[in-house]
């Protein structure tokens, strides 16, 4: 049987993590896909003990938590500060629920990305972090990006790039949205 997920990025300007979790309540959701953003902001005046208690009493139950981005090409200093947030998702995970992390490839506009070498580093750091978020039973999903900054665009790239991790807990993710902007559906066979 079918699943309805709400997807939080769908109005992250528009709303808040509560209101997230009651209107998708009350509408009938099965999941809810929380942005780190969002709860980040829930912690200013609550806990994730909170946010866990609502789940456990209600149908609306987390997916997973969207998104840990710019994963590539970081230097030493912006690479801790994503290990940082993956070691707050996998724990917001095992506290609140949802074992799913989409991670997402850097975006830059004008960034020179040579295929070669973005194939190479996107492995070497999904590998990083499959093998901290393996720890907590979180899996990632690795989302290519369609518009023109981003350093892994096309289905063929993201896939070559999981295949390559070769890890059970890394996967991708498509969005219907990101394949239109990087070939306007030209051919889906690659």
């Known amino acids: 049987m079918m699943k309805l997920g709400f997807n939080e990025a769908t109005c992250m300007r528009n709303s808040m993590l509560a209101q997230d979790v009651v209107l998708a309540e009350r509408f009938g959701y099965d999941y809810i896909e929380i942005r780190l953003d969002m709860l980040q902001e829930w912690l200013q005046k609550h806990t994730l003990s909170e946010l866990a208690d609502i789940f456990a009493v209600g149908h609306l139950k987390p997916w997973g938590y969207n998104s840990l981005e710019d994963i590539t090409f970081c230097d030493s200093e912006s690479w801790a500060e994503k290990r940082r947030q993956l070691a707050f998702a996998c724990h917001a995970g095992s506290v609140v629920g949802g074992d799913c992390l989409v991670v997402v490839p850097t975006i830059r506009?004008?960034?020179n990305f040579p295929p070669g070498e973005t194939v190479k580093d996107s492995v070497k750091r999904l590998r990083e972090m499959a093998a901290v978020a393996e720890e907590s039973q979180m899996r990632l999903a690795f989302e290519p990006i369609g518009s023109a900054g981003c350093c892994v665009r096309s289905l063929a790239m993201a896939m070559e790039i999981v295949?390559?991790?070769?890890?059970s807990n890394v996967g991708l993710v498509v969005d219907a949205f990101n394949l239109y902007l990087h070939d306007q559906w030209r051919d889906l066979t690659t």
């Open 109 to 111: 506009q004008g960034g």
């Open 163 to 167: 295949d390559a991790v070769d890890r």
